[in-house]
Every structure is written in structure tokens, then in C-alpha cells.
């Protein structure tokens, strides 16, 4: 399994950005692709997931800023009213049977 992960970069504040990952290889089709970040000396959180059933789950600090949606195998994060809290090495996740598979980390700057 491999995760592909485009997107980031650096926004001011109020700002928006996307984030696009690619899942490939062999994995069970019930499974849930995400979005996890992890801000300088924090622990890695979940920010947003959706099944591939279509259910989503959303951190509450994000709810009603970000969006996120997928198309068979990739997962998007629409990241709009940004702010400097939202700075962070955002990681984008598979679960499937239970195995957590991580892509490589984007960086997102927001600026004040």
C-alpha cells in the first residue's frame, strides 16, 4: 500500500488550501482514508476521515472550516478560514482490517 500525498504549502490567515491524497496497492475495499497533523510538540490528532462507506468524522476544531470527500481511492481536504493554530505536518491515513498505513507528511504554514 502506498499514500501520495500533494497539497500544503504556505497561507495567510483566513486563507485556504487542498490537500489531495492517492491510495494504491491491495487493500480490503471497506476502509477509511483521513487526515491526521501534528503540530511542533504535539501529538499526532485526527482532523478529518471518511469511509468508504461515505461516513465522515471531523475534529471538533475543525468542523465547518474543512471538508473532506473521496473519489474511490483518494481522499481531499478543502481547508478553508484557516488560521495559525491549523500550522502542522498533516499526514494522510488508510485504515483498513484494522492496519493504519500513513503517507508522508505536507507541511502547512499559516501566516499571521
Known amino acids: 500500500v502506498q499514500l501520495q500525498a500533494s497539497g500544503g504549502g504556505l497561507v495567510q490567515a483566513g486563507g485556504s488550501l487542498r490537500l489531495s491524497c492517492a491510495a494504491s496497492?491491495?487493500?480490503?475495499?471497506?476502509?477509511?482514508l483521513g487526515w491526521y497533523r501534528q503540530a511542533p510538540g504535539s501529538q499526532r490528532e485526527l482532523v478529518a476521515d471518511v469511509a468508504s462507506s461515505g461516513s465522515t468524522n471531523y475534529a471538533d476544531s475543525v468542523m465547518g472550516r474543512f471538508t473532506i470527500s473521496r473519489d474511490k481511492n483518494t481522499v481531499y481536504l478543502e481547508m478553508n478560514s484557516l488560521n495559525s493554530e491549523d500550522t502542522a505536518v498533516y499526514f494522510c491515513?488508510?485504515?483498513?482490517?484494522?492496519?493504519?498505513?500513513w503517507g508522508q507528511g505536507t507541511l502547512v504554514t499559516v501566516s499571521s
Open positions: 491515513n488508510l485504515k483498513v482490517l484494522k492496519q493504519n498505513f
Open positions: 496497492g491491495n487493500f480490503f475495499r471497506i476502509n477509511r
